[in-house]
């Protein structure tokens, strides 16, 4: 529920985890900033939460706690940007050959995944072919263009798109209340404009008008910025 405008994949992977349908492999693609991370860091707790598989991760038990904090060492979030090498590639289908550590589920989560070369994503077919038991990938990427189809047909793909102007609007309003930063609907409106759908990139604007006005976003500072 705190996925902004995405209501459609939620209701999907809702389903999909009430219903026990758990995938081998996820690609989440989009642009910047829409909650691609975010939705992969919710389902890696929907999996291992100690009351789940559950679509309401309990955020409370250990697991949860620790992949809130980025503490879990069966939740492993890679930058596929650093870690492009086949090298490195097959040295981690290697060790994800061995089950969890505590957790259900191993959960891969590769940021960007289509900035891997062509010989780490050979690498990697394998294993995404024929997991062991308890593994689950989620692949997150802004150019699912770049991702190697024999990648795609082994994996549930969900697009995330833009968040509406109205919705990013309603957002950053409980943000401004929440943070006592007065600003005007009109300004807010600006702001969610110039976001273009991204939640990260309207966020980013309204903390940098807010830090500009000490507190105070007015509307001629929001339309010069």
């Known amino acids: 529920e705190h ?13 999909g985890l009430r219903e026990g349908r758990i995938a081998q492999a996820y690609v989440f693609s989009g642009i910047r900033g829409v909650g691609k991370t ?3 860091r919710v389902l890696a707790k929907a999996l291992n939460c100690e ?13 949860c706690r620790e992949i809130t904090s980025g ?23 290697e060790s994800l050959r061995y089950g969890p550590a505590r957790d259900r589920h191993k959960v891969v989560v590769l940021d960007e995944v289509h900035r891997l070369s062509r010989q ?7 294993i995404v072919e024929e997991p062991p038991p308890g593994l689950v990938f989620i692949f997150a ?13 082994r994996c549930q793909e969900y697009a995330f798109r833009r968040v509406p102007v109205a919705t990013l609007v309603t957002h950053l309003r409980a943000i401004a ?21 991204s939640v990260h990139d309207s966020v980013a604007l309204l903390d940098q008008l807010a830090t500009f006005g000490d ?5 001629e500072s929001a339309a010069r910025l």
């Open 215 to 219: 507190g105070e976003i007015a509307e």
């Open 51 to 63: 009351q789940g598989p559950t679509p309401v991760p309990c955020n409370v038990c250990t697991a």
């Open 177 to 197: 209340s929440a943070e006592r930063i007065a600003a005007s609907d009109s300004s807010l409106r600006l702001i969610a404009r110039a976001g273009e759908g």
């Open 141 to 153: 990427t802004t150019e699912i263009e770049a991702v190697p189809a024999t990648i795609l047909s």
């Open 38 to 40: 975010t939705a992969a």
């Open 120 to 126: 780490a994503f050979d690498a990697l077919l394998k």
């Open 3 to 15: 996925l902004i405008g995405q209501e459609s994949i939620v209701a999907a992977l809702r389903n």
């Open 71 to 93: 503490a879990d060492l069966d939740v492993l979030e890679i930058d596929a940007a650093t870690y492009s090498k086949v090298e490195q590639i097959r040295e981690l289908t």
